[in-house]
């Protein structure tokens, strides 16, 4: 599946839009994430901490548990943005349990976007990010 550039655009557009609802005040390192479900439906997240570390959420597990709990669960993209006090200065991948959470519900083939803006993105399949990935 080849992604168009209008569509990449518009994913790391609505993904920078989410930095502003980042409820980071621990770590201050703002994420946004815009998902693309196979039915053209856009699901964004961001990231949300709490003083007790492990009950916090990334901004992809946001996107991704915001359309399964709308009963959609098959995927084309997400893309991913993000940076200290919300100014992106470098590409943000997603986590090892993000990446094993898009792996539950994507395609080995499914686009990763990563930007530090709407010109600077890098594509990459959930294949490259996570070889040899874990299922049941």
């Known amino acids: 599946m080849e992604l168009k550039e209008e569509t990449i655009k518009d994913l790391i557009s609505k993904a920078i839009k989410m930095l502003e609802y980042s409820y980071v005040p621990y770590s201050r390192f703002h994420v946004g994430a815009a998902l693309l479900a196979n039915n053209g439906t856009i699901y964004t997240g961001c990231n949300i901490e709490n003083a007790a570390y492990g009950p916090s959420n990334c901004a992809e597990r946001t996107a991704v548990f915001k359309a399964v709990s709308e009963g959609v669960k098959e995927f ?41 803006s709407i010109d600077e993105y890098k594509v990459f399949t959930l294949e490259q990010l996570l070889p040899e990935s874990f299922s049941l």
Do not use: H, M, N, S
């Open 76 to 116: 084309e993209a997400i893309a991913v943005v993000g940076g200290p006090d919300g100014r992106i200065k470098d590409f943000c991948p997603p986590c090892g349990v993000c990446r094993q959470v898009l792996a539950e519900f994507c395609t080995r083939d499914f686009k990763v976007i990563l930007a530090k």
